[in-house]
């Protein structure tokens, strides 16, 4: 995979990182738990960016 294309995904996931951290901010509330969606959301973005 190219450099366009990885750096395209991972802009491409920065859209659900900021509006849904937002969304489970709302429903939980807490830091923590955006902090984990975020770290998750980045985990999923760099396993299909190393494939």
């Given at each position: 995979m190219?450099?366009?294309?990885?750096l395209g995904i991972l802009i491409y996931t920065a859209v659900p990182a900021?509006?849904?951290g937002g969304i489970v901010y709302h429903f939980f509330g807490s830091f923590l738990q955006v902090?984990?969606?975020e770290i998750l959301l980045a985990l999923a973005a760099f396993g299909v960016?190393?494939?």
């Open positions: 190219d450099i366009p294309r990885k900021i509006v849904g902090i984990i969606f960016i190393r494939n």
